[in-house]
């Protein structure tokens, strides 16, 4: 789809009297349970943004509550992602939008979508700068929840994966089954004593294709938490 055809398809959506009808007044976006044990509010907070690092599996997760919730999130520009990982983990793909290749009008993209959406994930092609300010304003304005893929100056709250761990492999024989991520989270007011624990994370839907390699993506376990104290 032309670039003037896309933006013109995502205003549409943005004035839909659908919008978020099922989430009028509704002050938190629900996570997993696991992700929600060390979050401050137990849910991300309307009007935030949330910078997600270290894993694509994490971001999924982060997406498939809210979707079974009955909330609407868009991904831009991240081409690389599985649609199958994405629908085993749990997130309805009738009520996600894509626009993998977003161009360089990308923060126009995105800024529509916070018009239209509960959830928006961006994976910015570079440092956002002013435009990033832009779309954070943009986000408290309409009540949505943005979601940036790496480091993003000013996000309310963060969200690490630390380290992995595989389970299924013995000493030199066995199947690697499941890799558990370490996740921590931290940020502004509440969230500034950072929370840790391990999430069982979906092995193929983790690991980041290389440039023109098919996305790959498996059914992953469901989510479990590992309670851990954190100094």
């Not at 989430?23 to 929600?36: D, F, T």
């Not at 963060?158 to 030199?172: F, I, K, M, P, Q």
């Not at 391990?198 to 498996?218: H, I, N, Q, Y």
């Amino acid at each position: 789809m032309a670039a003037p055809a896309a933006l013109a398809a995502l205003q549409e959506i943005a004035h839909s009297p659908v919008r978020r009808a099922a989430h009028a007044g509704e002050r938190l976006v629900p996570v997993a349970s696991a992700l929600a044990a060390i979050l401050p509010e137990a849910g991300l907070r309307r009007g935030t943004t949330v910078a997600v690092t270290g894993s694509a599996s994490l971001v999924l997760t982060l997406l498939s509550a809210p979707s079974q919730a009955g909330a609407w999130c868009a991904v831009v520009g991240f081409a690389q992602l599985g649609l199958l990982a994405a629908a085993e983990t749990g997130i309805v793909l009738e009520r996600l939008a894509l626009v993998p290749a977003p161009g360089p009008r990308w923060p126009v993209v995105v800024a529509a979508l916070l018009d239209a959406m509960d959830v928006v994930v961006v994976r910015p092609p570079a440092r956002a700068g002013s435009a990033g300010r832009r779309l954070m304003a943009r986000a408290r304005e309409r009540g949505a929840v943005l979601v940036a893929v790496g480091a993003w100056e000013g996000a309310d709250l963060c969200l690490v994966a630390l380290e992995r761990r595989w389970d299924g492999v013995g000493a030199g024989h066995g199947h690697v089954r499941v890799g558990d991520l370490l996740v921590e989270a931290s940020g502004r007011g509440a969230a500034r004593r950072p929370r840790r624990a391990w999430l069982s994370d979906a092995l193929l839907a983790d690991r980041e294709p290389a440039d023109g390699e098919p996305a790959v993506g498996g059914p992953p376990p469901a989510v479990r938490l590992r309670p851990m104290e954190v100094a």
